[in-house]
């Protein structure tokens, strides 16, 4: 099982990233996925998460209407598409599969003027 996100970056608040997550090893087409993320020194949590079939989304309250997550379920990808970004969305954001211990290496996020 692999998940390999790209995407993270230095950017300046108000500005937009997308971040992407390549899959493999497993049946995409058949698994929930989400977004967690960590900021220094906290907990890592969930931010937004998407049905195996793209139509369910949920977000957490803090990241509603600035994040938009889809999927490709043809390319086994998951995006993350960021807005409005603030300098407390900075961490590391990482790519998981819903009731698994599968894990992407993370993402460094950084909104910063």
Known sequence: V???ESGGGLVQPGGSLRLSCVASGFTFS???MNWYRQAPG???LMVVQIDSSGRLTYYVDSVKDRFTISRDNVK???SLE???LKPEDTAVYYCHRVSSNYWGQGTQVTVSS
Request: no cysteine; glycine share 0%; aromatic share 0%.
């Open 42 to 44: 906290k907990e890592r």
């Open 2 to 4: 692999q998940l390999v």
């Open 82 to 84: 960021m807005n409005s």
């Open 30 to 32: 058949s698994s929930a």
């Open 76 to 78: 086994n990808t998951v």
